[in-house]
């Protein structure tokens, strides 16, 4: 059993595809990802929608890092593919720089044999975190996982 964290918010889309965050502190996040058949291309490898989605997220993590009570949103962002990702999948982001406003953030996503698969570059704009719809702001919690 390994410990996994809470995000500190609810996000529907990452609570479907499964990831599993592992850190985030110091302008670091790492997440952990094992596809589904369904979330597979034709090729029968994990679809390209889901590692942007999971770098998104890495380097979302890692802006957040210094002040998890603020939220995060995408302002652009580049991914190359380098090979197909297959199996359990380790996505580290980083923060490169932030400013008040802006965090400039970077992610990778290697397979379980150490090999780099995709990598992006992204750019954040800090916000103010506000309850939506009612819902409630979560703080960051240890949770188990197997």
């Known amino acids: 059993m390994t410990d996994a ?9 990452v609570e479907h595809l499964g990831f599993t965050l592992h850190r985030m502190e ?4 790492e997440l ?17 929608g889901a590692l942007m989605t999971l770098l998104d997220v ?19 962002m580049k991914t190359s593919f ?5 199996g359990p999948l380790v996505a580290r982001g980083r923060l490169l720089h932030r400013t008040a406003t ?18 992006a570059t992204g750019t954040f704009k ?9 819902r409630q702001v979560h703080a960051l919690k240890a949770v188990p996982t197997d």
């Open 126 to 134: 800090v916000v103010r975190r506000l309850p939506v719809d009612g």
């Open 82 to 86: 380098m090979q197909p990702a297959q």
């Open 32 to 48: 952990r990802y094992a596809a589904r058949p369904e979330h597979h291309n034709s090729f029968d490898v994990t679809h390209g």
């Open 102 to 119: 802006l965090a400039f953030t970077e992610a990778t996503v290697h397979d379980a044999q150490g090999r780099l698969c995709c990598q």
């Open 26 to 29: 110091a302008g670091e996040s």
């Open 58 to 76: 890495a380097m979302a993590t890692a802006a957040r890092s210094h002040a998890p009570e603020m939220g995060v949103v995408t302002v652009e």
């Open 5 to 13: 964290l809470s995000f500190g918010v609810h996000i529907p889309f």
